[in-house]
């Protein structure tokens, strides 16, 4: 996990859904040379992913990281994009105090952007909601922006994988029209696909040493062993040969912060891309004179199984 100097980042996060979110962050805070310096919330209408963020933050003694709840609903259907997860088997104890005077989604905005001016590169491991309307409200202010996100859709997953199609790609499905704003957008972009993203996972043999290294670890665990449950990933990762037997969960979001930080187990390859919408699936195709994108080809995911638990064990001391 070598890293040279100081590398800033702002983590945009559908976070209290899938835990891999609640994984992502406690890695950006255990990783060497890394400065979380703003967390805002997605899909959020009432803050309590905001709620959450800060509780996560709180046990790992970050109270003074700026967290900000940003947009509610989908600019492509109105709608709200997903629920939180089950707040006793997920958490346990009382659940986060009621938010009272929501400010409002601009401020969440103004967030992202002060962080961008302050040199930080963007993970954003949730839909792409709020940078759209960063980018709507104040045009160009996405220009040369560093933006890692979690999705777009350019390859199939390679063989052993589950025969999964781009309406999987979640973080786009939720608001397609975000995401070609994004795409669209003067950012520097890198998306880390699915396809790659897949060999990154989190096993039941890790859940010991996770559980030992600490109240995080422990927390973390259990809901990683609920979601597990939940999504059967035991069973699909027995039926598939290129995942364990003992699949827990993906490291979606950790790997995509992992590759926002600079970490050189992601291989990335500048690629002309389009985007093709059918059947209100988006996914981006590679076509020559297309948009310049960053993609990463490729996880080195039996390494960063080690990379990730070192670095939530480092958090928590």
């Keep these: 996990m070598k890293q040279t100097g100081l590398v800033r980042i702002h983590v945009d996060t559908d976070f209290a859904g899938d835990p891999d979110d609640a994984c992502a962050l406690a890695m950006v ?57 089950d707040h006793g088997k997920f958490w346990g104890g009382a659940p986060p105090p009621s938010v009272v005077g929501r400010p409002p989604v601009a401020d969440a905005l103004d967030l992202i952007r002060n962080s961008l001016v302050s040199g930080a590169t963007v993970a954003a491991i949730g839909p792409y909601t709020n940078l759209a309307l960063l980018e709507r409200s104040r045009p160009g202010a996405l220009s040369g922006a ?24 979640w973080n786009v499905a939720c608001d397609t029209n975000a995401a070609l704003t994004l795409f669209e957008s003067g950012a520097a972009l890198t998306f880390v696909p699915c396809a790659a993203a897949a060999s990154a996972v989190l096993r039941a043999a890790d859940l010991p040493r996770l559980v030992a290294s600490g109240p995080v670890g422990a927390l973390l665990a259990r809901q990683t062993i609920v979601h597990g449950e939940n999504g059967g990933y035991a069973a699909l990762g027995r039926a598939h040969s290129a995942l364990p037997d003992d699949l827990v969960n993906f490291h979606w979001d950790p790997v995509t912060c992992a590759a926002a930080l600079g970490w050189s187990g992601v291989s990335v390859e500048d690629i002309e891309l389009r985007p093709v919408l059918a059947n209100r699936v988006l996914r981006f195709e590679v076509h020559p004179g297309g948009r310049r994108t960053s993609v990463a080809a490729s996880v080195h995911g039996a390494e960063f199984a080690e990379v990730w638990l070192t670095a939530v064990e480092k958090a928590q001391t």
Excluded: H, I, Q
């Design 29 to 85: 805070l255990g990783w060497p040379g890394a400065e979380l310096v703003g967390v805002t919330t997605t899909a959020d209408p009432d803050g309590r992913r905001a709620s959450y963020v800060r509780r996560l933050l709180e046990m790992l003694g970050k109270r003074g990281v700026p967290v900000l709840a940003g947009a509610g609903e989908s600019t492509t259907t109105g709608r709200p994009m997903g629920d939180t997860a």
């Design 146 to 169: 560093r933006v890692v996100t979690m999705g777009g859709w350019v390859f199939p997953l390679g063989d052993g994988y589950p025969r999964w199609g781009a309406e999987r790609d």
